[in-house]
């Protein structure tokens, strides 16, 4: 659902208000990343360049889906990917070192 703003305050009001439930999407979403690392046998499993462009294909057609562009979704999911990928790398070591 679209808000017809009338003044650019409203704007930044209602992107404030869209970032808080995107934060706590990117907490959800990182408390999966570091379950994963667990069924995870090496750094290749980790970086799963292939499980990346399944992804970002469905991204893609999701943003076609809802109107979004795809080409900001694709750039904003690569940089997201590669952030959770560095902590997914990092918890994935601690678990070697740890068991």
Known sequence: MTVACTTLEEVRE???RLDQHIVTLLAERSQFV???AHFKKDTDDVKAPQRVEQ?????RALS???GANPEVTEQVYRAMIAAFIQQE?????ALGTAG
């Open 64 to 66: 076609e889906v809802v």
């Open 55 to 59: 992804v970002i294909a469905k991204v």
């Open 14 to 16: 209602n992107i404030d």
């Open 89 to 93: 790398l990092a918890e994935h070591a």
């Open 34 to 36: 570091s379950q994963a």
